[in-house]
């Protein structure tokens, strides 16, 4: 069987044989009962109206969509489901257009009643309008006395019979009347079972936040985040007359009633929100700017669904989903990735005596997820009563926030009210300045007095200068003890999140690995063991902040590598051991990937880890996967990295030799440079070498090689090559990898580029042996150890002082260097030798086939010509008709034997497979275009679905023999499945 290996999947697209809706959604549970009732038949793709016995395509969502209000029709506006027809022919439309519903006034279907216009849930609203016209269009023609657009939870209804036809807004109804009857004034009422708001998944109340978005984007009228701005008022309207404003019995105010203005819609809402501004002016600072037909625009696509009642969990993470997307994309704001915000909440484990604080609260993440944390775990406690009383008594006297962005700290606040408040408790100030300026009275009140938990994730980068913010002086970490100009604000962050707390605090904070690593900031480290006890410190994958956000952003987050670090504000006066245990782990997995995509999620096990750990309290803990440690307060004299303690690397060299510092065993020790300018557009001159041309053999590689002009080497001052010097990458990916620059070198003049350093062993030392020692598992395993930094992870030249080296007596160096040559060598060889055979399989294999192809050298530019008659394929993209593929075409037709198309010997038909998302620690394995090499599986980073091979369809099942093919990305990458798989 042939399969195509899709990307980043192998098995994409996969169509089930039987369509299932969306989980938990209004239409799945319209469409359900509608089976049960025998209204209809949902048979693998396919639905069956039974009252008119017409079939749809039930996966298409216009026809979901229709299913669903075909019952409403039936069961809610309670009409004769013998008086309802689908696909009806309008007269004098060309071209022929069909009504997709139509309700007739009598038996015989002679008089349309009200036709109605179905969409899928989440057009734009360019695209609701545009379906208006369709639906007066049919109406018109079909003379019906009422029409309804239906676009998921989006209603819009119209009296058309009694208005002129270009009538768009005076006749705009609350909705179609119920089984011929009157046109109600309004809707929506509160507690009425039939007309009540609804509640909503997280997939439908994203394309609800969606829609306003773009309503109030009005194309790009406004930026993103203005929009959202404007939106956040709008939901706090609807959330307060909701929650506050309407009574049990009455119509909600947020609605548009029968033959109401967009006038009358609009002042209705603006008179909700300025009644919050008289009540709280510090929170509503600014008037709704939105004019008054994109406030009914807004107010008709949110009239329906239920912002108050919808699950917490579901209008957080849409919430937040949503505003990450505008705000990454407009302003540059990396919010905390909720895995890791759920994560460090956890961890602490906050009770209901914990006063909280994030003072850089950005969105609210932190607060929002402890409120939720709480409120499930008293409701699991208490009685409902009880619990909601204690709950909204937590929220709004003990958890509190701080962020210097105005506009970040409204939608806090907004994410606070969504949540069922405590958005009085976030205060719009700078944290690292003087608390007594700061407006909210309890913050400043509970200064370093009350704060029992602080969780923050404070901006990375940015320097605080003391002629800017003259409080720089006032900090130990910037200029109080030492004269300093300016600081890192992550740093100064330490110190005033210690400040905040009460002695005895904990603390969870996001830091970049420089402050854990740099030697420059061992000053930091000193601060941070002196004033806490050290809880724990985890380390995050380089790709935690490099996330995408929602779809169509473009956004690929900041990129920093970074930790997580847990500390206890030490109490007066008190005396930690010197030697206590820290919790250590290293999360290689944190539940998405670098492009953003379902991964495993270690987590759960860090945290089962950290639970074991506390009751130990062992230095000697260990768990291997994921990787979980403890080390003693002694061991810590530099840097405070997991990394740099993980366990391999801990393990002391035994030798006989002495050990000395690599500065004490070499005389140069360099990396290069290359012009400001570049070197992309420089085709000769001098070989500039970087790590990409160091193979993982020792040897090198000059594909792709760049060269530097001959003017700017000869003033080159440092990282000229020369025979036996030792190459080292200094930074990115591939750091520590290590080649020898032998005789056999082929350039008498080349440079390394600044992401190489260049090491010429001292006279008498021999540099194949100090090559072989950086070369060995040890040795390698002493480079990466060293690796420092943040944003761009390498080695310095810390490591002169930090790396030792076993060194004999020269005799003996001699005797390991030449063991050591002799076997690279014949390694080589060999290679070679491996290299030449594969060569020479495919010159036998298209001789035996009587196939000869000259080569062709192709031109830059790549200019060329084909006459039409060449055309005969349906493409007409230049890349089809490349000079070598058609060669190629021509050649195949001189083969001596006869042709075949790959569908005519194939046993089965080309399959594509599952489009899996979600991956777990074990299960069944689940190729990728990564794993598929020239004929070969490449196991490495394997991914496992938590599903069994028996419910997995067979025609997507491996099995030998299979033929495996990429068809996107590196494209045209074939393997075969060779003995039995688990795949």
């Not at 809706?21 to 009962?33: H, L, N």
Request: with cysteine; aromatic share 10%; proline share 5%.
């Amino acid at each position: 069987m042939f399969r195509w290996c899709d990307d980043p999947f192998i098995h994409r697209r996969y169509i089930m044989a039987e369509f299932i809706p969306p989980k938990e959604s209004i239409i799945r549970e319209a469409i359900d009962i509608g089976e049960k009732e025998g209204l209809l038949r949902v048979s693998g793709k396919k639905i069956e109206y039974l009252a008119v016995k017409k079939s749809y395509n039930i996966a298409d969502p216009e026809e979901q969509v229709r299913a669903s209000f075909y019952y409403e029709l039936i069961k809610k506006y309670q009409y004769p489901k013998e008086r309802i027809d689908l696909e009806v022919i309008v007269p004098r439309r060309e071209p022929t257009d069909k009504a997709d519903i139509v309700v007739y006034e009598d038996d015989e279907k002679k008089r349309p009643y009200i036709v109605v216009e179905c969409k899928k849930d989440g057009i734009s609203q360019a695209e609701i309008k545009q379906a208006i016209e369709q639906a007066f269009g049919n109406a018109n023609s079909l003379r019906a006395k009422y029409t309804i657009l239906v676009a998921g939870n989006v209603r819009i209804a119209f009296d058309v019979a009694d208005f002129p036809p270009e009538e768009r807004e005076k006749n705009i109804i609350a909705d179609i009347p119920i089984r011929y009857g009157k046109v109600v004034k309004f809707k929506y009422c509160k507690g009425d079972t039939q007309w009540d708001l609804k509640e909503v998944t997280r997939d439908e109340l994203l394309a609800k936040f969606q829609q306003c978005h773009d309503t109030l984007w009005e194309g790009g009228r406004r930026n993103p985040a203005e929009a959202f701005d404007e939106m956040s008022k709008l939901m706090y309207c609807k959330i307060q007359d909701e929650r506050f404003l309407t009574q049990k019995g009455e119509y909600y105010r947020f609605q548009v009633g029968t033959y109401e203005t967009i006038n009358e819609v609009a002042e209705r809402i603006r008179k909700i929100y300025k009644d919050a501004q008289e009540i709280d002016p510090e929170v509503f600072i600014e008037p709704i700017k939105a004019e008054n037909p994109i406030i009914y625009t807004v107010a008709e696509i949110l009239q329906g669904i239920s912002l108050a009642r919808t699950d917490l969990d579901v209008k957080g993470e849409g919430y937040e989903h949503f505003l990450g997307g505008v705000f990454r994309g407009a302003m540059g704001q990396y919010f905390t990735p909720r895995p890791i915000v759920t994560f460090m909440v956890n961890f602490l484990d906050p009770n209901i005596n914990d006063f909280v604080i994030d003072p850089a609260c950005g969105s609210g993440g932190f607060l929002i997820y402890t409120l939720e944390r709480m409120r499930k775990e008293l409701y699991a406690k208490l009685d409902e009563k009880d619990a909601a009383y204690r709950w909204q008594d937590f929220a709004l006297k003990q958890v509190y926030g701080v962020e210097i962005n105005s506009q970040l700290a409204r939608v806090s606040m907004m994410n606070m009210i969504i949540h069922e408040d405590g958005h009085t408790n976030i205060e719009n100030a700078d944290s690292l300045d003087n608390p007594e300026i700061w407006r909210r009275q309890k913050i400043r009140e509970y200064f370093g007095r009350k704060f029992t938990l602080l969780l923050t994730n404070p901006p990375f980068g940015a320097s605080i200068r003391e002629k800017e913010k003259p409080y720089l002086v006032s900090y130990e970490l910037g200029g109080k003890i030492k004269k300093r100009n300016r600081q890192k604000t992550e740093i100064l962050f330490i110190e005033r999140c210690l400040d905040f707390l009460k002695p005895g605090g904990r603390m969870g904070i996001v830091l970049p690995d420089g402050i854990l690593t740099n030697s420059s900031l061992q000053y930091v480290r000193d601060f941070i063991t002196e004033r806490t006890q050290i809880l724990a410190v985890l380390s995050l994958p380089q790709t935690a902040f490099k996330r995408p956000s929602s779809k169509g952003s473009g956004d690929t987050g900041s990129g920093v590598k970074a930790s997580l670090l847990f500390l206890r504000k030490k109490k007066e006066g008190e005396k930690l051991s010197k030697d206590y245990p820290i919790f250590m782990a290293v999360a290689e997995h944190i539940g998405y990937d670098a492009t953003g995509r379902p991964d495993k999620d270690e987590f759960p096990e860090i945290l089962e880890a950290w639970q074991r750990f506390k009751k130990e309290n062992r230095i000697d803990f260990f768990v291997k996967a994921p990787l979980c440690f403890a080390i003693g307060r002694g061991e810590i004299k530099e840097r405070l990295d997991p990394f740099y303690y993980r366990h391999e690397f801990r393990l002391t060299i035994r030798t006989k030799y002495p050990c000395r510092k690599l500065r004490e065993v070499i005389d140069e020790f360099e990396s290069g440079a290359r012009p400001k300018k570049g070197v992309k557009h420089i085709e000769t001159g001098i070989p500039s070498i970087g790590g990409e041309h160091l193979t993982g053999d020792g040897g090198f590689t000059f594909v792709k090689i760049r060269y530097i002009p001959l003017k700017f080497y000869q003033k080159l001052q440092k990282g000229r090559i020369k025979t036996w010097d030792i190459l080292i990458v200094k930074d990115g990916a591939t750091t520590g990898k290590v080649s020898l620059v032998g005789e056999d070198f082929p350039f008498k003049e080349a440079a390394v580029n600044e992401h190489v350093f260049r090491l010429k062993p001292k006279e008498g030392i021999n540099p194949q042996f100090i090559f072989t020692f950086f070369f060995s598992e040890s040795g390698q395993s002493a480079i990466k150890r060293l690796i420092t930094g943040a944003t761009q992870r390498g080695i310095t030249k810390d490591i002169l002082d930090n790396l030792l080296i076993p060194l004999p007596p020269r005799e003996i160096q001699d005797k390991i260097a030449s063991i050591m040559d002799k076997a690279y060598k014949t390694k080589r060889e060999k290679e070679v030798e491996a290299e030449d055979l594969l060569n020479s399989i495919e010159p036998y294999v298209l001789e035996e086939l009587g196939i000869t192809i000259s080569r062709i050298e192709e031109k830059s530019p790549k200019v060329f010509s084909v006459t039409a008659d060449v055309l005969r394929s349906s493409r007409l993209d230049p890349f089809h008709y490349l000079p070598k593929f058609r060669l190629i075409e021509k050649v195949l037709d001189k083969c001596k034997y006869p042709l075949q198309t790959i569908g005519d010997i194939l046993s089965a038909p080309i399959v594509n497979g599952l489009d899996a998302r979600k991956f777990v620690g074990a299960g069944t394995k689940y190729l990728r275009v990564g794993n598929i090499k020239p004929d070969e599986i490449d196991e490495t980073d394997i991914k496992f679905l938590d599903i069994s091979l028996e419910d997995i369809k067979k025609d997507i099942k491996l099995k030998p023999n299979d033929v495996l093919l990429t068809r996107k990305g590196t494209f045209g990458i074939s393997a075969v499945i060779r003995g039995n798989t688990s795949c």
